[in-house]
């Protein structure tokens, strides 16, 4: 956290000293930005929301100017950390709103550039994140739909040489398309399909690093669902 907090500072001496220097506002997009991030992880959310769409109009103007740098990866990922924001604090048409940015914006970047592994990662996160939106809402057929296309997004990375830095994501992608199969009627089979699948994946993870807890509570997680799927058979309800 004190890493965090340094950087904070950094960065906000960076975007009040710079405001108004037009010959870096890129840079005070990007400043803002991660202004936003640190301080929507270690202080105020709704704080994080006014930087975080400060952030998203310089990323819009330097787009239209079509200068040397391309900023619509960046305005990419603002969208969808804006949408996050809103999500956990409650705002669900503002989160759906920067979602839908988020991904007609991924979208557009993975037509481009369709070996880009950053983009196809970008694409997918962002279908994952709809689909747990939309499962928060108990919009379960949305989630299943945002959930399935992300695993296609996913799986579109697979043989590459990044692959191997999304399997915790893919994992719990997996657990949650879980979770919604589990509720729909008639898909019990397909849930225990996914929460198996997620099951490979964190068994490995949980191997080659024991000591990581996140690894050890996705896994954990999922053997409780798996449980509950196949309870024994003396169990009594």
Known sequence: EKLLKAASKFYEKFSKDRENDPTVRGQLGKAYFRLSMITGEIASKPEAIKLGEKASAIFAEMTAAKGEEDYREEQAKCFHHLGLLNRVTNQL??????????????ETLARERPNAADLQAGLARTLMHIGNAHRIANRLEPARDSYEKSLQAWGA????????????????LHSNLGIVYKSLAGRVKDAERQFRAAWAIQKRLVEDAPNISKYQNDFAATN?????????VDAKP
């Open 157 to 172: 990375l697979a043989k590459s040489e990044a692959a191997e830095e999304y399997q915790r994501e893919i994992a719990v």
């Open 93 to 106: 048409q503002e989160s759906d709103k920067y979602y839908a940015l988020a991904l007609t914006s991924w």
């Open 224 to 232: 409780y669902e798996l449980a509950r799927l196949n309870p024994p």
